[in-house]
């Protein structure tokens, strides 16, 4: 079967399914459940791999609300994965688009199941929550889930069409400062003040930046600035989120940070020590290959490349997925340019008939990728050369 027969498939299968995935879209948007909390969402998506045939584990790799999902006997040449997100923001729902991107997976793994003995690939769904706060995917890649995969695959919904975005590394620490307390006017001598190294370190930190490279943020807030005025703080907390668009860069501003930390707790008397909030996120690694192929994919279908790629897309945990398989996140326009991603109105336009026609869009940009790659032998040759390449 050729490249345009696979896709009249694809085709026929996405039309079949829509309406069932059109409603499982505006039942997640109408019941947001935030990172680590998606119980009712993944409940309802494993029901309907279910009832599609897919054979599910759930939960998967440890967490309450992950899942993988297998159709067939699974002992094909190749192996795909599609990328299921799923989880919320507080207060302002489905603001990143997940109820819609996550059912764009859902219909892509139901339009190309039926096809794996004709690209000779196995495809699985994988459910991957917790993007927003602690990567699902990265707890998964450090427990090897991604080590046997060809390719991974998701669509993120954007305010513009992009290929392939930058994603940058985050990594984000609680500083905490030990001081000893005193009374603030009758013994301040008593007294070691941990606001004050929190403080500095805030001072260092941006000092710092005039001799990081362009890509390098900082961004940091007070978690606790004391008790009272008149009590020497005892015990203050900081915690930064440090970004980069190399992961081995990345730790580089990570050790510099702590030489600020170090720095404030010696100027100050106190002492220090840190602690993660969020597993590490890496920057998405490119693939040419996989890229030209999303190109052309984007081209059939008329969407315009409108979207600035260079311009930092943000992080994801995706790209941690990239350093274990060659994986693609490429960005699907659902809104006005002037309507940016985590907002209000972004959330708002998870329903309207323009996110149902994403949704269709987005199933076929993963299907016909997967389809254009792995019914080519070259393309999945170079594919992996470009992986194994720094």
């Known amino acids: 079967m050729n490249y345009h027969e696979l896709k009249e498939r694809i085709y026929s299968e996405i039309e079949k399914n829509k309406a069932e995935l059109t409603a499982l879209n505006d039942d997640i948007a109408d019941h947001p459940e935030i990172s680590g909390e998606e119980y009712e969402t993944s409940k309802k998506i494993v029901k309907l791999l279910d009832k599609h045939g897919y054979h599910t584990e759930y939960p998967f790799a ?7 999902a297998v159709y067939g006997d699974n002992n094909h040449k190749y192996k795909i994965a599609i990328l299921t997100e799923y989880d919320a923001l507080p207060e302002i729902g489905h603001a990143c688009g997940h109820c819609l991107s996550g059912s764009i997976s859902v219909l892509s793994g139901l339009a190309t199941k039926n096809l794996q003995d004709e690209l000779d690939a196995d495809i699985h769904v994988i459910g991957t929550p917790i993007e927003e706060t602690d990567g699902a ?3 998964m890649v450090k427990k090897g889930v991604f080590d046997d995969y060809d390719m991974a695959i998701m669509v993120h919904l954007y305010n513009s069409n992009i290929v392939a975005p930058t994603l940058q590394g985050l990594a984000s620490y609680m500083y905490q400062f030990h001081g000893k307390a005193a009374h603030a006017s009758a013994a301040p001598w008593d007294g070691v003040n941990a606001f004050n190294a929190a403080q500095l370190m805030f001072h260092a930190v941006d000092m710092l930046r005039q001799h990081c490279k362009p890509d390098a ?3 940091g807030i007070i978690r606790n600035g004391g008790e009272a005025p008149n009590i020497v703080p005892e015990e203050v907390t ?6 980069a668009l190399d992961k081995h860069y990345l730790q580089e501003l990570v050790q510099k940070v702590d030489d600020c930390a170090k720095g404030a707790a010696i100027a100050t008397q106190t002492t220090w020590d840190k602690y993660a909030t969020a597993e590490v996120y890496d920057n998405l690694k490119k693939n040419p290959t996989g890229v030209s192929s999303l190109e052309e994919v984007y081209d059939e279908l008329a ?6 790629s260079n311009k930092i897309f943000g992080s994801s945990d995706a790209g941690n997925v990239s350093f274990a398989c060659p994986a693609f996140h490429p960005c699907l326009q659902v809104v006005d340019a ?6 209000r109105g972004f959330a708002e336009a998870m329903k309207t008939e323009r996110a149902h026609q994403a949704l269709v869009t987005g199933a076929k940009i993963i299907s016909l990728q997967i389809a254009k790659i792995f019914s080519d032998e070259d393309k999945i040759n170079r594919l992996k050369a470009d992986f194994e390449r720094d």
Do not use: S, V, W
Request: aromatic share 12%.
């Open 62 to 68: 440890g967490l309450d609300t992950a899942f993988k």
């Open 137 to 139: 995917k990265c707890t």
């Open 217 to 219: 943020q900082f961004h």
């Open 238 to 243: 900081a915690e930064f989120y440090i970004r």
């Open 303 to 308: 969407i315009p490349i409108n979207g600035d």
């Open 338 to 343: 002037d309507t940016p991603i985590h907002t």
